[in-house]
């Protein structure tokens, strides 16, 4: 087989656009955990010397590393899913009632999933690309647990984060 120089360079960049588009940017996520207070929150701040919450005692903390780029992706997915849901409520005018409460939630999850890209992007030192493909041909792929009952992707790193420090203590 002949190869010409611009066959082989197109096959070279051909080559690094694939590898782009399969790079996982790997980083690392804290869960922290007040034994006092019993709260439970995610943070992109390392601290290596520990830290104290805001209420004097000493925070119990677990540093995750995973695939920030699968976490974004995950979570533009449950955007997408959550102005799905939005329009959805918007037609159902008749259960005017519920339907306010359930945008108030809707709107709080869109929210904490948008901090969530916040602090990905925080962790990661840059923006970050999703995976290209869509939900049925990256499912496998994605660290995804659990689908809940509005249909929105629980990540392996946001799946029952209080569950960690509970095994922690039987060790
Ligand atoms: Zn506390």
């Not at 119990?60 to 799905?84: C, G, H, P, W």
């Not at 659990?146 to 095994?167: Q, V």
């Amino acid at each position: 087989m002949s190869s010409s120089e611009p066959i082989s360079l197109d096959a070279f960049r051909k080559k690094k656009q694939k590898e782009e588009a399969e790079k996982p940017y790997p980083g690392v996520l804290v869960w922290l955990h007040c034994p006092s207070c019993e709260t439970v929150e995610y943070t992109e701040i390392v601290a290596p010397h520990g830290r104290t919450h805001k209420c004097g005692a000493a925070v119990e903390e677990l540093e995750v590393s995973l695939d920030l780029r699968a976490e974004y992706t995950i979570t533009q997915f449950n955007l997408k899913r959550i102005s799905e849901l939005l329009e959805k409520n918007k037609e159902s005018k008749l259960r005017k009632l519920i339907s306010k409460s359930l945008d108030n939630a809707l709107i709080a999850l869109r929210q904490s999933e948008e901090t969530y890209i916040s602090r990905l992007h925080l962790a990661a030192g840059c923006q970050i690309p999703i995976y290209p493909g869509d939900l049925e041909s990256l499912r496998d792929q994605l660290p995804i647990v659990e689908t809940n009952k509005l249909g929105l992707l629980i990540s392996e790193f946001r799946f029952e984060p209080e569950k960690r420090f509970a095994d922690q203590k039987k060790i």
